[in-house]
């Protein structure tokens, strides 16, 4: 079992806007020296978010008038609705994160399968099983799916992907409460947690956190990572940004 | 023990000199961190244009994994000559042979010497990555 001394950063940012939490996450990224930080957030406007690597002529008509933004992880879009979003920023040495990145995905993961079973889902890595979520051709991330991905019910429900930089990691992640025309066929939560929301489930995952031995306290941003951020949030979904690729 | 013919950093990019010119690339242990052994999983390599100017620690590309993008900082600061474009094609070559196939990018040098503060030989490399196995 992981016990960690150094407490984490907490945060929640219920209806930030899209560029703001982009800005946001690069900032923690780029937070040398910094404490873990753990982050929960919901989009408002909804919004499709791109991987890093996506072609944006690709993944616009997939759009149809959501907002758009460009992740610094990748992957595949994500329509941001009906969702818990999260990130985590911390140094790439840090116990949840040190070592390859697949086992980095497997502690992570295996932390929030035992949140997510306790909504009565049944969730597990997919392993070399297949999903009927999956559709080849796809732009969405939850369309296709890798091993490592949690899935339930058949289908992806977690979305996740990292960026490693300068010995920082950023890890998010996007749990589905329930899809969307964008994302049909993926695993929900409110089948079986009916009235589940996002705040909800972000307390479960703090409280499994904590049983873990990581110290949550609520956060307080730096004045570099206030001004970072602040600076770029109307870069994450400007053309320059979104037609990089 | 790695190539003692060259130089780490400890995000793990190696650098070997090149007649004037140096070569950059990244080690064995960064792509078993991304993939694990598992070449497919290397997915993209996006590497800079031949006449960029880079400066000491700056981005010049990056590289995707399936489930993770990380960057790849020059440890010299220099001008882009070339980079290895059978990369983008066969991203394998990496798993296979990091240190002179596998070879990202030439430049040449602001400083013929690699004598940075940021650059350690093979010895120190292993130690610091012994350290991080403990």
């Known amino acids: ?245 | 023990m790695r190539p003692d013919d060259r130089k780490y950093t400890k995000t793990h990019e190696w650098v070997k000199k090149d007649g004037d010119n140096i070569k950059i690339g990244i080690t064995d242990f960064a792509v078993q961190e991304l993939c694990s052994g598992n070449e497919g999983d290397l997915v993209y390599c996006d590497l800079p244009e031949p006449g960029r100017e880079l400066e000491t620690g700056e981005t010049f590309g990056e590289i995707e994994s399936v489930k993770a993008v990380a960057d790849l900082n020059t440890p010299v600061g220099g001008t882009v000559l070339e980079v290895n474009v059978a990369i983008d094609e066969h991203l394998e070559i990496l798993s296979r042979d990091p240190w002179n196939e596998g070879w990202m990018v030439k430049i040449a040098p602001k400083s013929k010497a690699l004598d940075g503060d940021n650059l350690m030989d093979a010895a120190a490399y292993e130690e610091l990555l012994a350290a991080k196995e403990a």
């Open chain 1, 1 to 245: 079992m992981l016990r960690l001394r150094t407490p984490w950063r907490l945060f929640h940012h219920w209806d930030g806007e899209p560029g703001f939490h982009m800005a946001l996450d690069e900032a923690l990224l780029l937070s040398q020296g910094a404490p873990p930080t753990l982050r929960f957030y919901t989009w408002k406007p909804d919004a499709l978010s791109l991987g890093y690597f996506q072609r944006y002529e690709e993944v616009a008509p997939a759009a149809r008038g959501l907002s758009m933004v460009r992740r610094l992880t990748g992957g595949g879009a994500i329509h941001h609705v009906h969702e818990l979003t999260f990130s985590i920023a911390c140094d790439q040495d840090h116990p949840l994160y040190r070592g390859e990145v697949r086992a980095s995905y497997e502690r992570v993961h295996g932390l929030l399968a035992d949140v997510l079973a306790e909504l009565g889902v049944e969730p597990h890595l997919r392993g070399d099983g297949k999903v009927h979520s999956d559709s080849p051709g796809s732009v969405m991330c939850f369309h296709e799916s890798t091993d490592l991905d949690l899935c339930w019910n058949g289908a992806k429900g977690v979305g996740s992907a990292q960026r490693r930089t300068q010995g920082r990691v950023l890890h998010h992640g996007s749990i589905k409460l329930a899809g969307s025309d964008w994302e049909t066929g993926v695993a929900e939560l409110l089948p079986t947690a009916p009235g589940l929301t996002p705040q909800d489930l972000a307390q479960r995952i703090e409280r499994r956190f904590e049983s873990l031995g990581f110290a949550l306290e609520d956060g307080e941003l730096s004045t570099e990572e206030e001004r970072r951020s602040r600076g770029r949030a109307s870069f994450f979904g400007s053309q320059e940004f979104l037609g990089r690729r």
